[in-house]
């Protein structure tokens, strides 16, 4: 008889979504040349919105969500993979539309496969999973061009997932960090415990007059937020400074006039998480395993089993900071 696994499934019916623990068979899941046991998955916004029906990430449900993957090869046609090795997975098209993390064993296709890094174990790598991965990207691109003796850079949406994790790496990499936030009474003391040199108000960082231009303040900005924030950073960036883009919880539209690009030179990059060709893929996890590890990187999560990870969806729809949630499958 087919061996059978629990897999956390999201069913669309007549009043809406609910979510149910299954058990899944193999044969179940979708084509793929290659079978992964997973041992740990994470959290991340996208599966909340898969889980909550938003056809912009899932199409057709029943599905599983989980954007995030680490496990062992159970089973691979292709020969660089072999049984038990330690492997891992985000972006692509896990837990969109292929079956994802939340189920205990995954099917995919051996492109999207990333071997674990050494100097990580697989649960440092959701501890840092997408986010971690956009984080360490958005720095890696401002690094092009934005070195450390440049000036301040300034990261937005400081509490957020992204933003905490690429502020702790350019402190690590010596950078003088100015964080912006939309809860400085509150998180202001917890944020300068990453090391930043200083904590600011989102307003402050804003530009309530709309100018076209503003006062060169920042050698660089990770800006996680998107909408007006990234169009108002753009307006004080220093000359030949740069702006990375990933997010849209500020709003999916900015505003910018040429100036900054013409007459100071700015760079803005777009960084994707998602597509990232395997090559820079692999340059990127391994600095998220060596140089650019966090030195306390198992104290950021909550670990949780399959059964508790439907209440910190819950949470995270209804806009509860829940920190870094990481899913743990039997063993
Ligand atoms: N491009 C990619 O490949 C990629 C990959 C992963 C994530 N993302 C996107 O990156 C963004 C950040 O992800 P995350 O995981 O860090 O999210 P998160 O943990 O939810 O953090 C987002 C932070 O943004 C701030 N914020 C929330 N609503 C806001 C608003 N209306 N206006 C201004 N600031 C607001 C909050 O920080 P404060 O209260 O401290 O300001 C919040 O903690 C999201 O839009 C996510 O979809 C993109």
């Known amino acids: 008889m087919e061996k059978t696994f629990k ?13 149910k623990i299954e058990d899944r068979k193999i044969s179940q899941l979708p084509e793929g040349d290659t079978i992964i046991k997973v041992q740990y998955s994470s959290l991340n916004y996208k599966d909340a919105l898969s889980s909550a029906g938003n056809k912009g990430v899932t199409r057709n449900y029943p599905h599983t969500p989980g954007i995030d993957a680490a496990g062992t090869i159970e089973e691979s046609s292709n020969p660089e993979f072999s049984h038990g090795e330690e492997v891992l997975i985000t972006g692509y098209d896990l837990g969109m539309n292929t079956d994802g993390g939340f189920g205990e064993y995954i099917r995919v296709p051996s492109e999207w496969i990333v071997k674990k890094p050494e100097g990580l174990d697989l649960k440092e790598s959701m501890v840092y999973g997408t986010a971690g991965f956009t984080a360490a990207l958005s720095v890696y691109k401002l690094t092009e061009t934005v070195g450390k003796d440049s000036g301040e850079v300034l990261v937005t949406g400081g509490t957020g997932g992204v933003a905490n994790i690429a502020s702790k790496i350019l402190v690590k990499l010596g950078y003088d960090v100015v964080v912006a936030t939309g809860k400085v009474d509150s998180q202001k003391d917890e944020l300068l415990n990453l090391g930043v040199k200083s904590v600011v108000s989102r307003e402050e960082v804003q530009d309530p007059k709309g100018k076209a231009m503003l006062k060169s303040r920042w050698a660089g900005v990770i ?52 597509q990232c060709p395997m090559e820079l893929r692999l340059k990127i996890w391994e600095k998220l395993a060596g140089p650019w590890k966090a030195d306390n990187l198992q104290a950021m999560v909550q670990v949780v089993s399959l059964e508790e990870i439907e209440g910190k969806i819950d949470e995270m729809l209804a806009g509860k900071k829940v920190g870094r949630v990481i899913l743990k499958h039997r063993e």
């Open 223 to 274: 800006d996680t937020v998107g909408g007006d924030i990234l169009g108002d950073v753009i307006k004080s960036i220093q000359y030949n400074g740069a702006v990375t883009t990933c997010g849209n919880v500020g709003g999916d539209k900015f505003q910018s006039s040429v100036y900054p690009f013409i007459l100071r030179g700015v760079t803005l990059y777009g960084i994707d998480s998602v």
């Open 7 to 19: 897999a956390l499934r999201i069913m669309e019916d007549g009043d809406g979504y609910t979510k």
